[in-house]
């Protein structure tokens, strides 16, 4: 295979990673805060890239479309937290889990229900002609989703790095004494909740102008982000960055040099070998809570 051939095959794995990366980092900031593995996830993008979709087919204009794809994740991460694991937060962590799970059905069949089982297509943000570097191809939508990505990671590292950052790790190491000190873990759900469903709306509404949007999509984009977020570590944003770009390289060398039938396979595969030989992920740390 040629040099610009295994360019073209990075430049796809970079794209899709970096979407992975976006909702990994949403598993991640609601296991650290909360302790629950939220595997709605996904659903979350689903909706954010739905939503963006059908406002932007019946006239609205395009970014207008993509932040009110967003604010409707937002919005179902805000209900999610509230009606659904607020109460069930005395219960044990691997109930709560099975709830999420039963979530994710739930609002997968209401997008089936909402928007019907046809794709959907969201224009991409430049309509340009795509670059050519080395022979390959890079379209301004893998640009796009880069940028975006790297922009909002930046701004969770320097989240973490003021007063209110460190009162999310204050609570995620004791709650008893961030209650003691006027820290509300209870807020500190909410708060998490509404930025993973943000995180994952956001990446819902960069993959559609690539994949357009679907009623089940959301399933995969979460289990491939759920994979990425073990890998780099649930209880590390910046290793589940890593390990979202992992699984998109992954993807795309195994599907450009093997076959695109194992894809998937291979990827899960990797997450049952992180499960047995470190479960703590690449570069989690080994204290805490695991699920």
């Known amino acids: 295979m040629s040099g610009a051939s295994l360019l073209q095959l990075f430049f796809s794995g970079l794209t899709i990673g970096s979407i992975y990366a976006l909702i990994a980092v949403g598993f991640v900031v609601t296991f650290s805060v909360t302790g629950i593995l939220n595997l709605a996830q996904g659903e979350f993008a689903a909706v954010g890239a739905l939503t963006a979709a059908s406002l932007h087919m019946h006239g609205?204009?395009?970014?207008?479309?993509?932040?009110?794809?967003?604010?409707?994740?937002?919005?179902?991460?805000?209900?999610?937290e509230r009606a659904v694991i607020r109460p069930a937060r005395r219960i044990?962590?691997?109930?709560?889990?099975?709830?999420?799970?039963?979530?994710?059905?739930?609002?997968?069949?209401?997008a089936l229900m909402i928007w019907g089982a046809d794709p959907l297509t969201l224009a991409p943000?430049?309509?340009?002609?795509?670059?050519?570097?080395?022979?390959?191809?890079?379209?301004?939508?893998?640009v796009w989703t880069v940028a975006i990505s790297g922009v909002f990671f930046v701004a969770l590292i320097w989240f973490f790095r003021t007063y209110r950052g460190k009162a999310v790790?204050?609570?995620?190491?004791?709650?008893?004494?961030?209650?003691?000190v006027g820290i509300r873990p209870s807020r500190l759900s909410?708060?998490?909740?509404?930025?993973?469903?943000?995180?994952g709306g956001l990446a819902g509404t960069i993959v559609a102008p690539i994949t357009g949007a679907t009623y089940d999509m959301g399933l995969m984009l979460g289990l491939k982000a759920f994979v990425a977020a073990v890998i780099g570590g649930l209880n590390n944003a910046p290793a589940a960055v890593l390990g979202g770009l992992l699984v998109g390289l992954l993807e795309a060398f195994t599907a450009g040099l093997i076959s695109s039938d194992y894809r998937d396979a291979i990827?899960?595969?990797?997450?049952?070998?992180?499960?047995?030989?470190?479960p703590s992920g690449l570069f989690g740390r080994t204290a805490g809570k695991r699920v």
């Open 125 to 142: 943000f430049t309509d340009r002609p795509p670059l050519h570097l080395g022979g390959a191809t890079l379209d301004w939508q893998t």
């Open 190 to 199: 909410f708060y998490a909740f509404a930025v993973s469903a943000g995180l």
């Open 92 to 110: 044990d962590l691997l109930s709560v889990v099975i709830i999420t799970i039963g979530v994710d059905i739930v609002f997968r069949g209401a």
């Open 169 to 180: 790790r204050a609570a995620v190491m004791n709650h008893t004494a961030a209650r003691i």
């Open 267 to 278: 990827t899960f595969i990797v997450l049952l070998l992180m499960l047995f030989v470190r």
């Open 60 to 80: 609205a204009a395009l970014w207008v479309s993509v932040l009110a794809g967003t604010a409707a994740a937002v919005l179902l991460g805000i209900v999610m």
